[in-house]
């Protein structure tokens, strides 16, 4: 067997990874080889047997088997050895699709996952793609000539997923998806925005607030659709999204531990829509355990038991000693049993020692609180015989009730149990060694009665204890029965002596049915054969005496009714539609028939008829039926019959749907309905040759230049709570064009003076081949402003401004469309950098002002200088000389911009210090007076920017000083004649003293000068 492997284009270099094989049929021979540059040779084989060929290959192409024309095949074909054999392998498959979004939400918004199933496994799993940034996908890997299906599905629950269904709509339900072929690229699929339920728990009036951190919220939907549990906030609040819109949906509240206050009733809720759980009338028993069996090490538990001796609650005690018992029914009794760390009891009253006994147990009422006292545990060791893993339990030796257990495995064991008075019960845990207390004198199979009691005291060891078990009796024979009868499956043996826990089983032989039950103790049990499909029968009691094995039973002599025939459920399971139970037949012949139908396991009040007929509430659910034969004398036989399918969401009835209007460019279309409920909510969904046209959702559709030669079709859907929604469409001749513009033309913005105005994109419903402009201004063509934007000038502003549009088309008449006209605003100016002052803020200083820059940046400036906020009189130029009244003040100054057709704009800058005061210069000189017999001063005194200067001169020496006024008249100079006895070489201070308006801007000094020269 000869010949060669020719890959698939994309893998036209990979000869070497194909591994073939052949398979003989009739001899058994397999062999396999590697390709060497894709050909491969088989040699001893039969030329009369007949061989499968198949590849593998390490590359990522498919494995097949030689198929039609050497095509690859998912079946072998058995050929003879030939020479020249072409094998064709194919690569994977891909689907493939785009995803249409909602109008409102976008790809970022989002995080979209395609699964395929069904299709061949690529590896052992099913592959996923993810959806590109233009709503496309691509799922490869899938096999080739498969058929599988799609699902997709959004994780942040913001799109409704769900199975493809062949349209282009999803659904939750499993069933309803459809099947599509490997190579299918054309899906398309439209999304919706999911629902979603916004719920709040309400816990009862004595829970705190962090009773919330642990509970979490869940809903069930159509069909099989689950919604993932989330967490409850602390404000009680949750929020389950991802949901189908106007679908119903159960949701539930609980705790993720077994210990929280929860809902147990189902609130039934459509979406979108709101909900509130209540845990009003549930509450909790508050308990605090101490003593000496509670320590650092030590953890248990308290359990409430109704007065029933149904287990309703627990809580886990720490060494801390305090626990809650949630989830209790307010108005209700309970009883509190220790267990765990430390030794088993019943609370007996606040501040008591646990007892072990239920009978001296005192209820506590929901709401309440338990101070519970426990001891610490004792210890049991000893032997065990045989040695296996085994139950030690133990028991009142009163009452026979179960009060603690414990496991023990080996020849010597070591078990912690209890403090108090017990009987000790061997129980193995697969029931091949029958039950036994201890006894004392070593004995094995000792009942209840004949047990010896063992008393522990705390935190004390009871040794040497021999725990002794065997196979003891053992209960066998054969079944038999009529042929026609269910195959029994099981025999079943239980007792309700005091000890006696569980059941003993034997398995029914095939074809001998025959059967052995093991592990039996002595006394007395109940009888019944358990079948294959949930019926069981009772037979009469049998009493098991000593280890002495029971053989030779026949089981097949019984007094109960036997189920022949089957019960058989007939009809549709959809609502409104009857379904019917046959009886079956029983033997002997049954006198009457009992009829229980169920949802979900749950009764359905008042159905107990032959006939049952679905209704809204039974949607999403299975139904099933339960039949009882009864006769006089005998035992009643049931058996429940289970309907195949789960009853369905009915659909909404047929309707049709309609399109008015012209078909073509500019013309709009309308769609109408009638067939339908008037309480339907009806949806559009507009389509392109087949592909929807997003933001149309709609009765109406305005035609536009898209939609030229194409054809149209519109999809409505008719939408009732739980119900399937009802579809159906229509398509209208191909788009005839016109050449209009499908909306009027507007300009982009409003007009200001200095702003660029244009015009918004026009929607032609053909491309034009010339478009031409014509700004106005009130009305009247502007000359020049052809171009297809235009900037307003000052001359445009209080006027109107539009511009007038041509569009030009070969074979069509010109279309003119003017825009509406905008009053064109004044234009404003804007600063960009701040004007800054530069400068000494002092008296007779200069400042000057930048000019800071300015948009539009032709604008005229001016000034205006301040003193403190108030305008200085002829200071409007950008430099100014600080005068003495500007001592002490805030001297800024106004700079304003302005442009024809932009007003005015103006900005106030100033220094950050108030300008000081001049500091004056003083000079003197010394001479002598006429007389020559005293000295004279000659002082000047001089101050920047102040021309007048008024003040006082006073000049001392030695202590002795003479002064003068110097006036304004004087210019700064005046003559003072010095003290007398003032020689050469003394030292004069001199000191001005401003007055009047002098003192605003001119500070006070003293200089001190030498007589020398005289």
């Given at each position: 067997m000869s010949g060669r492997v020719e890959p698939p284009p994309s893998r036209a270099t990979s000869f070497d990874s194909y591994q073939v094989t052949v398979s003989g049929v009739n001899s058994g021979f397999r062999a396999a080889m590697w390709t060497t540059n894709g050909a491969f040779s088989f040699s001893g084989l039969d030329p009369d047997d007949l061989y499968a060929v198949g590849w593998e290959t390490a590359d990522d192409v498919p494995s097949g088997w030689l198929g039609q024309d050497g095509s690859s095949s998912p079946n072998s074909r058995a050929v003879p050895p030939m020479s020249g054999l072409i094998l064709r392998p194919t690569e994977w498959a891909s689907v493939g699709g785009r995803i249409q979004l909602p109008p409102e939400v976008s790809l970022d918004e989002?995080?979209?996952?395609?699964?395929?199933?069904?299709?061949?496994?690529?590896?052992?799993?099913?592959?996923?793609?993810?959806?590109?940034?233009?709503?496309?996908?691509?799922?490869?890997?899938?096999?080739?000539?498969?058929?599988?299906?799609?699902?997709?599905?959004?994780?942040?629950?913001?799109?409704?997923?769900?199975?493809?269904?062949?349209?282009?709509?999803?659904?939750?339900?499993?069933?309803?998806?459809?099947?599509?072929?490997?190579?299918?690229?054309?899906?398309?699929?439209?999304?919706?925005?999911?629902?979603?339920?916004?719920?709040?728990?309400?816990?009862?009036?004595?829970?705190?607030?962090?009773?919330?951190?642990?509970?979490?919220?869940?809903?069930?939907?159509?069909?099989?659709?689950?919604?993932?549990?989330?967490?409850?906030?602390?404000?009680?609040?949750?929020?389950?999204?991802?949901?189908?819109?106007?679908?119903?949906?159960?949701?539930?509240?609980?705790?993720?531990?077994?210990?929280?206050?929860?809902?147990?009733?189902?609130?039934r809720v459509t979406a979108p829509g709101a909900v509130t759980l209540t845990t009003a009338g549930r509450t909790w028993i508050t308990v605090r355990v101490s003593g000496p069996g509670v320590s650092a090490q030590s953890v248990g538990s308290v359990r409430a038991f109704d007065e029933a001796g149904v287990e309703r609650g627990y809580a886990s005690v720490d060494r801390t000693g305090t626990g809650r018992i949630n989830g209790l029914q307010a108005g209700r009794q309970y009883r509190l049993q220790t267990s765990g760390g430390w030794s088993s009891g019943w609370y007996v009253g606040d501040g008591a020692v646990v007892q072990q006994r239920r009978a001296n147990a005192v209820s506590v009422a929901a709401g309440g609180h338990a101070e519970l006292v426990v001891v610490p545990q004792a210890t049991l060791s000893g032997r065990l015989a045989p040695s296996r893993w085994t139950m030690v339990e133990y028991l009142d030796p009163e009452t026979g009730e179960l009060v603690d257990y414990g496991y023990v495995e080996?020849?010597?064991?070591?078990?912690?149990?209890?403090?108090?008075?017990?009987?000790?019960?061997?129980?193995?845990?697969?029931?091949?060694?029958?039950?036994?207390?201890?006894?004392?004198?070593?004995?094995?199979?000792?009942?209840?009665?004949?047990?010896?009691?063992?008393?522990?005291?705390?935190?004390?060891?009871?040794?040497?204890?021999?725990?002794?078990?065997?196979?003891?009796?053992?209960?066998?024979?054969?079944?038999?029965?009529?042929?026609?009868?269910?195959?029994?499956?099981?025999?079943?043996?239980?007792?309700?002596?005091?000890?006696?826990?569980?059941?003993?089983?034997?398995?029914?032989?095939?074809?001998?049915?025959?059967?052995?039950?093991?592990?039996?103790?002595?006394?007395?049990?109940?009888?019944?054969?358990?079948?294959?499909?949930?019926?069981?029968?009772?037979?009469?009691?049998?009493?098991?005496?000593?280890?002495?094995?029971?053989?030779?039973?026949?089981?097949?002599?019984?007094?109960?009714?036997?189920?022949?025939?089957?019960?058989?459920?007939?009809?549709?399971?959809?609502?409104?539609?009857?379904?019917?139970?046959?009886?079956?037949?029983?033997?002997?012949?049954?006198?009457?028939?009992?009829?229980?139908?169920?949802?979900?396991?749950?009764?359905?009040?008042?159905?107990?008829?032959?006939?049952?007929?679905?209704?809204?509430?039974?949607?999403?659910?299975?139904?099933?039926?339960?039949?009882?034969?009864?006769?006089?004398?005998?035992?009643?036989?049931?058996?429940?019959?289970?309907?195949?399918?789960?009853?369905?969401?009915?659909?909404?009835?047929?309707?049709?749907?309609?399109?008015?209007?012209?078909?073509?460019?500019?013309?709009?279309?309308?769609?109408?309905?009638?067939?339908?409920?008037?309480?339907?909510?009806?949806?559009?969904?507009?389509?392109?040759?087949?592909?929807?046209?997003?933001?149309?959702?709609?009765?109406?559709?305005?035609?536009?230049?898209?939609?030229?030669?194409?054809?149209?079709?519109?999809?409505?859907?008719?939408?009732?709570?739980?119900?399937?929604?009802?579809?159906?469409?229509?398509?209208?001749?191909?788009?005839?064009?016109?050449?209009?513009?499908?909306?009027?033309?507007?300009?982009?913005?409003?007009?200001?003076?200095?702003?660029?105005?244009?015009?918004?994109?026009?929607?032609?419903?053909?491309?034009?081949?010339?478009?031409?402009?014509?700004?106005?201004?009130?009305?009247?063509?502007?000359?020049?402003?052809?171009?297809?934007?235009?900037?307003?000038?000052?001359?445009?502003?209080?006027?109107?401004?539009?511009?007038?549009?041509?569009?030009k088309l070969t074979g069509f008449a010109d279309v003119v469309a003017t825009t509406s006209a905008v009053q064109v605003k004044r234009g404003v100016i804007t600063e960009r950098t701040r004007p800054t002052v530069s400068g000494t803020a002092r008296v007779g200083e200069t400042v000057r002002v930048t000019t800071g820059s300015w948009s539009p940046s032709s604008v005229t400036l001016s000034y205006r200088w301040l003193r403190d906020g108030v305008a200085i009189s002829g200071a409007s130029g950008p430099a100014y000389r600080l005068r003495v009244l500007d001592a002490h003040a805030r001297v800024s100054v106004r700079v304003t911009a302005s442009r024809p057709g932009f007003g005015s704009v103006s900005d106030v800058v100033a220094f950050n210090a108030r300008v000081g005061k001049v500091r004056p210069d003083i000079g003197a000189t010394f001479v002598r007076s006429d007389d020559r017999s005293r000295i004279t001063a000659r002082v000047t005194v001089a101050a920047s920017g102040v021309s007048a200067l008024t003040g006082r001169i006073r000049a001392t020496v030695d202590s002795r000083s003479v002064w003068t006024t110097l006036r304004a008249s004087a210019k700064g100079k005046v003559t003072l004649l010095l003290p007398a006895r003032v020689k050469s070489g003394d030292i004069v201070h001199i000191e001005f003293t401003p007055t009047g308006d002098t003192s605003v801007g001119v500070m006070k000094r003293t200089v001190t000068r030498t007589v020398r020269g005289v």
């Open positions: 989002v995080e979209l996952v395609v699964d395929v199933e069904g299709f061949g496994k690529h590896e052992g799993a099913y592959p996923r793609g993810s959806v590109r940034a233009d709503g496309t996908f691509l799922v490869s890997g899938i096999e080739p000539g498969s058929t599988g299906y799609i699902k997709i599905d959004d994780r942040r629950d913001r799109l409704r997923g769900g199975w493809y269904t062949g349209s282009v709509t999803l659904s939750p339900v499993e069933r309803s998806r459809s099947a599509i072929a490997a190579g299918d690229q054309d899906v398309l699929v439209v999304l919706e925005e999911a629902a979603t339920i916004e719920g709040t728990v309400v816990l009862g009036d004595q829970s705190p607030a962090e009773s919330f951190d642990s509970l979490k919220a869940k809903a069930h939907g159509i069909g099989d659709e689950f919604v993932e549990a989330v967490p409850v906030g602390r404000d009680g609040r949750f929020v389950l999204g991802g949901l189908v819109p106007s679908e119903s949906y159960t949701v539930r509240v609980g705790g993720t531990t077994s210990q929280l206050v929860s809902v147990e009733s189902p609130a080996g020849s010597d064991y070591t078990v912690d149990a209890p403090a108090g008075t017990y009987k000790i019960l061997v129980d193995d845990t697969d029931e091949s060694y029958a039950p036994s207390f201890y006894s004392e004198d070593g004995r094995s199979f000792v009942s209840f009665d004949e047990a010896s009691e063992v008393t522990f005291e705390p935190q004390s060891t009871v040794e040497g204890v021999l725990l002794r078990g065997g196979r003891c009796a053992s209960y066998s024979g054969r079944v038999e029965l009529d042929d026609r009868f269910v195959e029994p499956e099981q025999v079943k043996l239980w007792s309700d002596a005091p000890g006696s826990i569980g059941e003993h089983t034997g398995w029914i032989g095939d074809p001998d049915p025959r059967f052995t039950v093991r592990g039996l103790a002595p006394g007395t049990y109940h009888v019944a054969i358990v079948y294959t499909d949930r019926v069981e029968r009772q037979f009469p009691d049998v009493v098991i005496d000593g280890c002495t094995a029971t053989t030779g039973v026949v089981l097949g002599d019984d007094p109960g009714l036997v189920q022949v025939e089957k019960p058989t459920l007939t009809g549709e399971s959809r609502v409104g539609s009857e379904l019917s139970v046959s009886t079956g037949s029983t033997a002997p012949a049954a006198e009457s028939f009992d009829f229980e139908w169920r949802r979900s396991e749950a009764r359905i009040p008042g159905a107990d008829g032959p006939t049952y007929v679905p209704t809204m509430d039974d949607v999403g659910h299975p139904l099933s039926v339960v039949v009882t034969a009864r006769r006089s004398g005998y035992r009643s036989v049931s058996y429940e019959v289970d309907h195949e399918d789960w009853v369905p969401a009915p659909e909404v009835r047929p309707g049709q749907v309609t399109v008015d209007g012209q078909v073509r460019v500019g013309g709009t279309l309308r769609a109408g309905v009638q067939g339908w409920p008037q309480d339907a909510v009806i949806s559009y969904r507009w389509a392109r040759d087949g592909w929807t046209i997003v933001g149309h959702d709609g009765p109406l559709y305005p035609l536009g230049a898209d939609d030229v030669n194409a054809r149209i079709s519109v999809t409505a859907t008719a939408q009732l709570p739980r119900h399937v929604p009802a579809s159906a469409a229509v398509t209208t001749a191909p788009v005839e064009l016109d050449f209009l513009l499908l909306e009027a033309p507007r300009l982009t913005t409003g007009a200001v003076v200095g702003t660029r105005l244009s015009v918004d994109e026009l929607a032609w419903s053909a491309a034009p081949d010339a478009t031409r402009f014509q700004w106005l201004r009130d009305g009247r063509a502007i000359t020049g402003a052809t171009a297809a934007q235009y900037t307003p000038v000052a001359a445009d502003q209080g006027t109107r401004i539009s511009v007038r549009i041509t569009g």
